[in-house]
């Protein structure tokens, strides 16, 4: 699997229910990054999480992370059809450079 | 602030012609980014610049594409000749500093469709 990978693929949910949403990646990192990209256009930085974090709250949204599992999740709480767009992981390295690797994504769909 | 700001939005041309993408990053930013997404392949980095100075070029597919970094607030993109497999949505983002912290802010991106 690619550093970064998404699962589920598509998650379709109704208006006022929860959206989880997890990250699998291979390597170390130093942090882990979820970016919301709605339909045309870019992406949109939401949460950040370091490596020594293991949960981290904005809003309605809740992400952790499982160092030793090597993955991430997102939750959004009583989710709004403004929600529907795809939910990318970045995960950053560190060791110098700024680079982050994205993942393959999730696309949410949130029904009235 | 107005954002990272990209032009052309949409690009449509024929194989074999040049193509230029541009873009603008966040005043003050150090960071600059070229991502590539596509819904095979996803989002690529291309090629990204620290203080106007290529850093990482690995993610550039061939010599087709360059990019250039003339000054803080301008970068361009380059494809010559282009093909119809590079038919994307081109992003430019950019990002304050090499931290802990480094969020990237994106473009709206380029659409480019090559005939």
């Known amino acids: 699997s690619q550093q970064g990978e998404e699962d589920p693929q598509a998650l379709s949910i109704q208006e006022g229910e929860n959206a989880t949403m997890n990250c699998s990646y291979k390597?170390?990192?130093?942090?882990l990054q979820w970016y919301r990209q709605n339909s045309g256009r870019g992406l949109v930085h939401l949460i950040l999480i370091r490596s020594n974090e293991r949960e981290k709250h904005s809003g309605r949204l809740r992400v952790t992370l499982d160092t030793s599992k090597k993955s991430s999740s997102l939750l959004i709480t009583a989710s709004r059809a403004a929600d529907t767009a795809s939910y990318f992981c970045?995960?950053?390295?560190?060791?110098?450079?700024?680079?982050?690797?994205f993942g393959t994504g999730t696309q949410l769909k949130v029904e009235l | 602030d107005a954002g990272v700001i990209q032009s052309p939005r949409h690009e449509v041309t024929e194989m074999g012609q040049e193509v230029t993408l541009r873009c603008k990053p966040i005043?003050?930013?150090?960071?600059l980014f070229w991502y590539r997404q596509t819904m095979m392949r996803g989002l690529e980095l291309l090629i990204y610049f620290n203080n106007n100075v290529p850093i990482d070029d690995s993610g550039m597919p061939e010599d087709r594409f360059s990019a250039k970094m003339p000054n803080a607030s301008f970068s361009t993109l380059k494809i010559q000749p282009s093909e119809p497999r590079d038919s994307a949505v081109y992003f430019c983002?950019?990002?304050?500093?090499?931290?802990?912290?480094?969020?990237?802010?994106f473009g709206p991106g380029t659409r480019l469709t090559v005939l």
């Open positions: 390597t170390s990192i130093n942090n």
């Open positions: 983002a950019s990002s304050p500093r090499d931290s802990s912290y480094n969020e990237q802010f």
């Open positions: 970045a995960t950053f390295r560190g060791g110098g450079g700024n680079k982050l690797t």
């Open positions: 005043s003050g930013h150090d960071y």
